[in-house]
């Protein structure tokens, strides 16, 4: 059994205080989504609140030291995706999460993946929707999150690959597939 006081304990330590609300804030809007689209709420709730849990880890020394393991080289690549490896390994170490789901909501709430879950989905969105975030576009797909998941999650990979586009940044082949997936289940 998870221990949320125990989690929510650990995440207050280690992340900065706005990254600690926006988790439990993800985790609110995750529970809220799973009701809607009949997901476990207690799995979302979790997963959501978790999702940045090695947030600031410092990438590969990070997770070589604390984990003992290697990362793969599209992380050593792309700083900001660290945590999304790291995250379910510390999930399963420190917060005893067995639940692959779970684990796996956690490692695609970034970039999304193939195939993704109804619990994949609402992470991914929860994330980028949650009631802290404000920028142009966030009302749009915020709205579209709770009518038609799979469309509020393929406004969120244009908007983030358009954004990537004009800081001149790689783009994690993982979003672009993501994306085509997405549009394929959408469309039929």
């Not at 070589?64 to 690549?77: I, M, Q, W």
């Not at 709430?109 to 193939?114: D, E, F, Q």
Request: aromatic content about 8%; glycine content about 4%.
């Amino acid at each position: 059994m998870v221990k949320i006081d125990l989690i929510k304990e650990d995440l207050k330590k280690n992340l900065k205080k706005s990254r600690y609300e926006h988790s439990l804030s993800v985790a609110n809007t995750a529970k809220k989504l799973a009701r809607i689209y009949g997901v476990d709420e207690d799995k979302a709730y979790v997963a959501g609140l978790v999702h940045d849990c090695a947030k600031y880890a410092n990438g590969e020394e990070y997770a070589a030291k604390l984990y003992n393991v290697d990362l793969p080289e599209r992380f050593k690549s792309n700083s900001k995706l660290i945590h999304t490896y790291v995250g379910p390994i510390k999930a399963k170490v420190d917060y005893k999460i067995e639940d692959e789901e779970i684990l796996n909501a956690i490692a695609s709430h970034t970039t999304g993946r193939i195939p993704m879950t109804m619990l994949d989905m609402i992470i991914f969105i929860a994330d980028y929707i949650e009631p802290s975030r404000v920028f142009k576009g966030v009302d749009e797909v915020r709205h579209m999150a709770y009518e038609d998941i799979i469309m509020a999650c393929i406004m969120k990979l244009d908007m983030n690959i358009e954004f990537l586009i004009k800081q001149r940044v790689t783009i994690d082949t993982s979003t672009i597939e993501t994306r085509n997936y997405l549009l394929e289940m959408r469309n039929g």
